[in-house]
Each structure stands twice: as C-alpha cells, then as structure tokens.
C-alpha cells in the first residue's frame, strides 16, 4: 500500500474513532458530564460584542446545544477555530475586528506586467490600498520557462502576462523602494520550474540592500509546486527526479535558514483551472502535499520544522463543492499529516490561500465577472482562507489594468470591511447540516480518488502513468461540453445574452522598445561578468553533479549569472523534461 | 490518380506557442478533431516558432492551428507566418484562438500579417470543425517547386493517398549522406516505450554524427470510427526537434498490418533521397502478430535490421513463446529497467532469445532517464549493425550528383 492508502485508512479510522466517542457520549455518563463540563468553559472564555445596528453577538459561534453527543461531533469531528482537525478555521479568530487588530488583512494581489520598473510602479500604486505590505508577483513566460529575454523566439514574450526578470539587478528594480524586511511585508512569487534561482536572486538583491543579516526576517511565499506542473501546468524544465531534488535542496536550506520564508505554495488553481472538478483539485493538491512531505522526511528531514513550512493554494469557482472545499482540506490535512507522518499540531495546519477562478471569467459581457468574482469571494472566506486573491473583471483579455484591479480589491474590502458577515463573529456558518452533508460527500469522494491512485502505486506512479493529466483532461472537455449544451449556463454567453459586442478596452501590453530594452540590460549584465560567469557556473555544475545543495551555490551563481546560463547549466547535468501529452 | 480514392483525411498541425502551457483547450480541440476524421499531428506546448515550421513542412499538413493564452501573439503567429513562406511552406495557412487574450483589433493586425483566421473565445466547437474541414480540405498534389524536405513531404502525402507508386515523384537530396541509409523497423508492445527509446537514439546519432541526417517514421493507429487519429509522438521526442531529423507521423487509415499502407514507399522515398545515415521506422503497438517489417511477402524486407522493444509487464514465459519477433529480431531492448520486475524479466527474455541460438543479447534500458547507459549500450550495438551492414563499401543506391 502506498502511503496514500495509509492516509485514506487513517481518515477512515478518525471517522470511526469520533462515530464511537458520539456513541460513548450518549451512553457513558462519567464521559458525558466531562463533555459537558468542557463545553461549559468553552462557552465562559466566548466574549461578546455588539453589531453597529445593536445586536449582541458571541464572537465565536458555537452549536447552541448541551447534548454531549452533539458536543462530541462538533468538537472532534470539526474542531474549534484553531484546533484539530482544524475544519472550522487554521486559527481562533481570523477575520474579526478587533479593536487593536494584530492580524493583517487577508488580501493579497497579484501582480506583473512588462519590465521590473512597471511592475515596481503596479505595486507602489496597490500599496495604497493595502494596510500591511503584500507584493505578489506574476512572471512573463520566458522567465517561467528559465529562459533569458533574448533566448531565440522569445521577444514577443517578454514581459506579457507578468515580469520580465533576467538577473539580479531584475530583482533589485522589481522590489526598490520596498523594506521587505518590514514585520508586515510579504512576498509571494508565482515561479515554479525556475524557483530556486528566483528566489536565490530575491535572496542576493535582499543581501545587496540591508545587508546579509536580513535573510532570516525574509518573509513571503515561493510557489515552486513542480507536481502540479507536470500534472495541470506544463511549466516544466528539468527530468522530474531533477525538478524535485532542486525543489527538496531549496526547501531544505530555507527552512533552518528563512524562518518566516514558505518555500513551497502545493496548488490545486492551475490543476482546477486546466480543468479538474472541485473534488480532483483538493484530491491532487493534498495528495501532491503529502508526497512532499514523504519526500523530505526520506531526505531526513523532521515534520515538525518542515511541516508548518508547507503552504496550501487552491482556485475558488462556482461549483456547490467550493462551500466547503477548504474546510475539507484542512481536515484531511491535519488527520494524515498527524496519523500518518507524526505531525505536532503546528505541522497539522494546512494554511490556505485562495484564487478567486480565472476560467470562470469569461469575455463575453464581461462585467458580469465583477458579480462572480465577489461570489467566489464570499465562498473563499466562508472556507476562512488566510488569503486571498481576486481577479479582475478584464482578465480574460488583459494582465489587469489599473480600473479593474482596483475594483477587484474594493470587492474584499467591501466583504470584508463594509459587510458585518465575517467581523463580529467566528464561525456564523460552520455545522449547518447542508455543509456538513456536503463535508461528507466531498470528503468521501476525495478518499475515492485517493484510493484510486493508491492502487496504480502511489502519486508518483499515477503520474507516470498520467492518471491525473487524463482526468483533468476528461473533466475540461466534460466542462466545455456543458457550455456548449447548454447544462451549464453561462450567463452572457450561453444564456441571457445581450448581443453586447466584444468590448473595447485598454490593454496592458509591452512595447517592443521595452522588450529591446529588457534584452539590453541582460546582454550588458552578461558583458559586465563574462570573465567570472564560466568559473561560477563551473562551480555549480559540479555541486550539481557531486549531489550537493544546489539551492546555496545559486545565491552566489546569481550574482555573475543570468537566469538562462543557469538553466542550461544545469540542463546540461541532468537532461531535459519530457513531456506528456 | 488521387481523384479515383476516397478523399484522404485532412492532416492538421497543433501547437501551442513558446514559453507557454495552455493545453487545456488544444486538447480538447484535438480529440474533437480526430472525432471528425481529421489526423491531428500534435506538437504541444512552448513549442517555438521553428519548431512548429519544421513540423508543418515535414508533416506536409493541410494547416497549423495554433493556442495562445499568455500573450505575444502579434509577434509570435507573424514568426510562423513568415517562417514557413522563407521555408518553403507559405501555402500553409495559420489559424488560432485565445480565448479573450486574442482581440478583434489584434485580429486585424494578425490577418494582415499572413494569418488566415482567428477564432474568438465562445466559438462553439462544432463553428470551429465545420470551418476547418470546409476551409483547409485541399487534396495534395505534385508541386515541382517544392524542395528539400517539403518534397519528400509531399511524396508521402501523395503515397499516402493512394497516388500509384509508379508516379510518385522520387526527390534527391543535393546534400548526400554518402552511403545508403540503414533502415532498422522499431517494434514492440503498446507502452513499452519504443517513442522515447527512439528518441534517445537520435540524440546519441545527433551527438555522434555532427553531420548526419536521421528520418523516423512514426506509425500511429487511425481511430476504427471516424478514421481521424492523434499523432501525438511528437510531444515527447524532445530529441527530435532537430533540422537535421526527418519526422514524418503516419496514421494507419485502416491497415491491420502494424504500418500505414504508404510505409513501404514512405521508406523507399527517405531512402532513395539520399539525405539521411539512418532511418527508423516506428510500427504501432504490436507484439505476437508477425512482424511487421517483413509481411509484404516478396521481396526484401522492407528494413534492414529490426529492434523489439518490450517492457517488464508482457505477462509471463509463456507469452513470451507466442512473440514472432522476438525469434527474428536483430536487437532486443528490454526497456523500462527501473521497473521492479525488471530483474525476472531480463532472466527470462535471455532465456527464451538463447532458444533461437542466434547469439541474441538482451539490451536493457532505462529511456525515461537521462543519459542511460543501457540505452548507450544499445546505440552502440545498433551503430555496429550499421556499419558492419554497409561494409564493405557499398556503391550509392541509383543517385547520382552530390559531393
């Protein structure tokens, strides 16, 4: 058995194991009283608050119940705020407004555009809209394929859909003007394939500006998740042995050294947006993460310092599952990482962000996106997300523009600031019997799938095998099927039409003279280090090929290297991807 | 002549550009276009410009159809477009789609820059196969302005549709290898890996002749049903994407025999060329049927050396007996090594390959992993057939003309 069937037995034995205590809370009375005792302390230490209309409200909402066996179901088989199996919140309070608010918003948003400079600006100008300082950054394709800007065919590419970034000095300008060793400054960077040497260049530019001692306050997020890649995404570069090596060195050396760093974001958007129902996304995501957390405890490392270093990403949609996907998620989360890899609670917690979906968005009519976009919100934070991105209105055209990205950042303030649905109370929804029954049914389905893959050996072997490419595929034309016939309305498109032509609006591209531009630094930067780059590049082939860290030769490589001479480098040592169909 | 045959299925080339992994909606357009009958030959994705050029000329297709979903599009479709009109290919016409990232105002732009036609986002499918089958069912016929690689391109497009084999054009190549090609048939089980372990021999052949030419000929079945096929070798032979590899994808069209009917010709004329040191010439998943290579009776044999490829899972010894082509092969891999039953396999393979007492040794490889040893083991046993096939030193077959 694989140690995902390990993990569908050991749900399956914490369901039965909470089934029992329900049962024992009816019938043993020295048990029962001690519940009831428990729930009564829980129900003290809940202190109160009023709604601006005048309501009194607890700030957690609790079953309204002194039925033992009630208690018993609510607390083990959901779990305070902040207590396993976590299926009611990662933490106790979340949202809530308090009057001296420690948390941060949970709003993040994702940017990038043109040349380091542009998107330096798109950042400065979102900003001003945020409390605390949360940059995301989105990559132009050649930087995502570690390609340089002016590898053979790529000009047309370079810094469409996201930032052009070639070497460090890319880095510098992306984040100037930034104290990224701020408490309340967060990166996060949508880079998977290239992953170690982008963020061995956030690294040297981070060292180049406050000096060497500001690694450990480093703080953010790097997605580097190559399963999904080679499952959903296709950005791809290295053999996947080679891929989740470099990935494992990364991880390995940020976790002792970038205490507040998460190196890995396992993503179930991209495997949801190529196509995946809601049940396959969670399905794939969680089995991906515990395949990571298989991989680095065969390398030796300890659960309990990587696992709370692992970070969850998941797409939003309309589908019913999204009610309660996240909620699913984390429980399954905490009970395999507990049961099966040994996890303490701070290694149980899967912390969530969330995306509202892009492949829900479409161009027809497109301000009607605006009204899906909030409605995958509210379903995002009705998971209790700890993050959360929502997309504009134009981006089935257009990396956003200024219009829309605003828009799309007041809708989480308007949910969250302006609405009193997730400020004064925890919990306002959780236990309701139509998310628990659909907990189950999603719950139930997605053990199916783990089963499934367990009997073709396992994750890894599912994907040699591509079992999830070709279910994700089956579920995308099943999903373009629907459209087309009609059982799936898509309001503007094929239900409710306007006849509204094609709209008209700016786009955000780059200019070719920006591209030339972008390839001129790179070639001046390769100019400027041609006689250290052979001897650094040297040096890290032969860590490569000796079975070193890779990931601490890069932070030196990329001070003499562009991005390209890295990738060919270490093409050269461990060969190409192959990719599947 | 061609009139006399039903029409031939119309042969597409897609792709999804460069730096970019948007295939949700190629594949899904894909399968809908071999429902329809076409024979997709499927490149994939962050395929560059040159590459879907080569692809284009040497599949001899209809039309290219690109996706394109991260941008750039202006830049890169004009790429296409003029690449394959420098190459010898501007008859092929370019279409794509986008979704939204694709506007009618760049649509404009990109129609005027050689473009044929863009679909937009919210096209229904059935829209988009009723305009391909409509707009890009030419029948292929001789074009004497064709040079290079697009010649023997077409001479397969017209073997393939039934053109009478006495009127087949036969193009020579001005740059000759030298000696005749060797001609070795790849065959073996569906799933054994016979596309990646020939892919990882052309690398070895690209490395080792700095100056040679290799042409494979990849034989895919065609769907019973529509008749349409996804020729999708291509995808993976990351190797082969190479000007100085001839890749030709063959669908079936109904011939039970492991190889498209054009096979036989398709192999004279990449011979006859003169251009290429090697060809290998890839039959559908088979194993206990015949072989392949030799069922058109007469003659010679249509290769000159043939390679089995199987992997651990063939079901035991007794399977093993039923297996013509392993009595008959020159080259046996046992491919897969990885594989926990590798070691019982490799056991029993040798056993039942010293029944034959030809001095068969098994050949085991890996071709998943890079730089294999196996895999160099078996190149370098296939080189030695090669040279020891063309020893002593054979005159050119029929040409005349090059250096």
């Known amino acids: 058995m694989s140690q995902l069937g390990k993990i569908a037995d050991a749900v399956d034995a914490y369901n039965a194991h909470v089934a029992t205590e329900v049962a024992r809370a009816r019938t043993d009375a020295a048990f029962a009283a001690g519940l009831r005792a428990r729930w009564a302390r829980i129900r003290e230490t809940v202190d109160w608050t009023v709604s601006p209309t005048g309501t009194p409200l607890p700030r957690l909402?609790?079953?309204?119940?002194?039925?033992?066996?009630?208690?018993?179901?609510?607390?083990?088989?959901?779990?305070?705020?902040?207590?396993?199996?976590?299926?009611?919140?990662?933490?106790?309070?979340?949202?809530?407004?308090?009057?001296?608010?420690?948390?941060?918003?949970?709003?993040?948003?994702?940017?990038?555009?043109?040349?380091?400079?542009?998107?330096?600006?798109?950042?400065?100008?979102?900003?001003?809209?945020?409390k605390s300082l949360r940059l995301s950054t989105a990559f132009d394709g050649p930087t995502?394929?570690?390609?340089?800007?002016?590898?053979?065919?790529?000009?047309?590419?370079?810094?469409?859909?996201?930032?052009?970034?070639?070497?460090?000095?890319?880095?510098?300008?992306?984040?100037?003007?930034?104290?990224?060793?701020?408490?309340?400054?967060?990166?996060s960077m949508t880079m998977n394939a290239p992953a170690p040497m982008i963020l061995a260049m956030f690294i040297a530019a981070a060292q180049r500006r406050f000096g060497p001692g500001c690694v450990a306050k480093l703080r953010g997020t790097i997605q580097a998740d190559m399963l999904k890649e080679v499952q959903a995404q296709n950005e791809v570069i290295f053999p996947i042995d080679a891929s989740l090596r470099f990935l494992g060195d990364m991880i390995e050396w940020c976790v002792p050294n970038m205490p507040k760093w998460y190196p890995v974001s396992i993503s179930g958007y991209h495997i949801a947006e190529a196509g995946a129902t809601p049940v396959q996304q969670a399905a794939f995501t969680l089995s991906n993460g515990f395949t990571y957390a298989g991989l680095l405890q065969a390398r030796g490392a300890d659960v309990n310092e990587f696992g709370p270093r692992l970070s969850f990403f998941l797409d939003c949609g309309l589908d019913v599952e999204y009610l309660v996907l996240g909620r699913v998620c984390r429980r399954l989360w905490a009970i395999g990482m507990r049961d099966v890899f040994g996890a303490g609670p701070k290694a149980q917690i899967l912390k969530l962000h969330t995306q509202t979906s892009g492949r829900s968005l479409i161009a027809a009519e497109f301000q009607n996106n605006l009204t899906r976009t909030a409605v995958e919100l509210m379903l995002a934070y009705l998971n209790y997300t700890n993050s959360c991105h929502s997309n504009s209105a134009d981006e089935p055209f257009t990396t956003p523009t200024e219009k829309y990205a605003t828009l799309a950042s007041h809708a989480q303030s308007i949910i969250m600031e302006e609405s009193g649905v997730f400020k004064h109370t925890m919990n306002l929804f959780g236990g309701a019997p139509g998310l628990l029954l659909l907990e189950k049914q999603v719950e139930k389905a997605i053990l199916e799938v783990f089963r499934e893959m367990d009997t073709l050996g396992g994750v890894l072997a599912a994907q040699e095998q591509r079992y999830q490419r070709s279910k994700i595929q089956e579920a995308g034309h099943a999903y373009e099927k629907q459209i087309y016939a009609g059982a799936r309305p898509i309001i503007g498109l094929n239900k409710y039409r306007s006849g509204e032509p094609m709209p008209s609006v700016p786009l955000a591209r780059t200019s070719p003279k920006k591209q030339r531009l972008q390839v001129a630094r790179l070639r001046a930067f390769r100019q400027k280090h041609a006689k250290q780059s052979p001897a650094a590049l040297q040096r890290l082939e032969n860590v490569a090929r000796a079975g070193g860290n890779v990931f601490a030769e890069l932070i030196d490589t990329v001070e003499v290297c562009s991005l390209g001479q890295i990738t060919a480098c270490l093409t050269d040592v461990v060969g190409k991807f192959r990719p599947m169909v | 002549m061609a009139a006399a045959h039903p029409r031939p299925p119309l042969r597409i080339l897609t792709a999804v550009p460069l730096c970019d992994g948007h295939d949700s909606a190629v594949t899904t357009i894909n399968i809908e276009l071999a429902r329809h009958g076409l024979e997709v030959i499927y490149l994939g994705y962050h395929q560059s410009a040159a590459a879907i050029v080569r692809a284009a000329i040497q599949e001899d297709v209809n039309v290219v159809g690109l996706s394109s979903y991260n941008g750039g599009h202006l830049v890169f479709f004009k790429a296409v477009v003029d690449q394959l009109k420098m190459r010898g290919g501007g008859d092929i016409p370019v279409f794509g789609g986008g979704g939204g990232t694709i506007t009618p105002a760049d649509e404009r732009v990109m129609r005027r820059q050689g473009t044929d036609r863009i679909f937009f986002a919210g096209t229904p499918l059935d829209d988009i196969m009723a305009v391909i089958q409509r707009d890009y069912a030419r029948v292929a016929k001789p074009d004497r302005k064709f040079k290079g690689d697009r010649a023997l391109a077409r001479a397969i497009t017209l073997a393939e549709s039934g053109y009478p084999r006495s009127k087949l054009p036969a193009p020579r190549s001005t740059k000759v290898a030298g000696h005749p090609a060797f001609v070795v048939g790849v065959a073996g089980p569906g799933g054994a890996g016979k596309s990646t372990l020939i892919d990882e021999l052309t690398s070895r052949f690209l490395r080792k002749n700095p100056a040679g030419r290799i042409a494979l000929l990849a034989n895919d079945p065609s769907h019973p049903g529509s008749g349409g096929a996804i020729l999708g070798d291509r995808v993976s032979a990351i190797y082969s994407q190479d000007d100085r590899v001839f890749f030709r994808s063959l669908a079936t069209r109904g011939s039970l025999t492991g190889l498209s009917a054009a096979a036989p010709a398709a192999i004279k004329i990449?011979?006859?060329?003169?251009?290429?040191?090697?060809?290998?010439?890839?039959?559908?998943?088979?194993?206990?049927?015949s072989d392949p290579f030799r069922i058109y009776g007469k003659g010679p044999p249509l290769v000159d050396a043939t390679l089995f490829v199987l992997a651990p899972h063939y079901g035991g010894r007794i399977q093993l007996q039923k297996i013509a082509l392993l009595t008959g092969a020159d080259l046996v891999a046992l491919n897969k090594c990885d594989h926990p039953m590798a070691h019982t396999a490799r056991a029993e393979i040798q056993a039942r390959l010293d029944q034959n007492g030809r001095g068969q040794q098994l050949h085991p490889t890996t071709a998943a992993q890079h730089f294999d040893p196996g895999?160099?083991?078996?190149?370098?046993?296939?080189?030695?057939?090669?040279?020891?096939?063309?020893?002593?030193?054979?005159?050119?077959?029929?040409?005349?003309?090059?250096?």
Not at chain 1, 151 to 171: P, R, S, W
Not at chain 2, 376 to 386: C, E, K, P
């Open chain 2, 375 to 403: 895999v160099d083991a078996l190149y370098a046993a296939l080189a030695s057939l090669s040279s020891s096939h063309l020893r002593p030193p054979a005159s050119r077959p029929g040409s005349g003309g090059a250096a």
């Open chain 1, 144 to 187: 995502l394929y570690g390609l340089d800007s002016d590898h053979e065919g790529v000009l047309g590419k370079v810094g469409e859909g996201g930032v052009a970034i070639d070497t460090v000095e890319d880095m510098t300008r992306l984040f100037a003007g930034f104290d990224l060793t701020r408490k309340d400054a967060s990166v």
């Open chain 2, 270 to 289: 990449l011979k006859n060329s003169g251009a290429f040191d090697l060809i290998l010439v890839e039959s559908v998943g088979v194993g206990q049927e």
């Open chain 1, 61 to 130: 909402a609790l079953p309204q119940t002194d039925d033992p066996a009630v208690i018993a179901e609510f607390l083990l088989g959901q779990g305070l705020p902040g207590e396993f199996p976590y299926a009611t919140a990662a933490y106790r309070e979340m949202y809530l407004d308090r009057e001296v608010n420690t948390g941060e918003e949970p709003m993040r948003l994702f940017a990038g555009l043109g040349l380091a400079e542009d998107t330096n600006a798109r950042f400065h100008y979102l900003g001003t809209h945020q």
